[in-house]
């Protein structure tokens, strides 16, 4: 299992991004790709997540609103467009594969990971 992030920048406050995240090696559509974002001195926090195979989706609160997951199957990618951004979403995004589709933001549950992309809100 393989997951590749892209997007990420610099940005102004207010300004947008999109992320992608490509997903391979896996046997069926039965999973859930989170995205994680980490700041230096602390672990990965949930930020949002979709399942592959009903495209339910799970947002955390303070991004309600202002992100949206989506997914393009044929393509086996996840996406995460970031709008109205806050110099608070600057951190390194990872996403990450959950193989028991629990579409929940708990990194426990995540096994596979992305190698990360940085993403920086100035004010």
């Known amino acids: 299992v393989q997951l590749v992030e892209s997007g990420g920048g610099l940005v102004q406050a207010g300004g947008s991004l999109r992320l992608s995240c490509a997903a391979s090696?896996?046997?069926?559509?039965?999973?859930?790709v989170g995205w994680f974002r980490q700041v230096p001195g602390k672990g990965r926090e949930g930020v949002a997540c979709l399942s592959m195979s009903d495209s339910s989706t799970r947002y955390e609160n303070t991004v309600q609103g202002r992100f949206t997951i989506s997914s393009d199957n044929a393509k086996n990618s996840v996406y995460l467009q970031m709008t109205n951004l806050k110099p608070e979403d600057t951190g390194v995004y990872y996403c990450?594969?959950?193989?028991?589709?629990?579409?929940?933001?708990?990194?426990?549950?995540?096994?596979?990971w992305g190698q990360g992309t940085q993403v920086t809100v100035s004010s």
């Open positions: 090696g896996f046997r069926n559509g039965d999973y859930t």
């Open positions: 990450g594969a959950d193989p028991l589709d629990l579409a929940i933001l708990n990194e426990e549950v995540y096994d596979h």
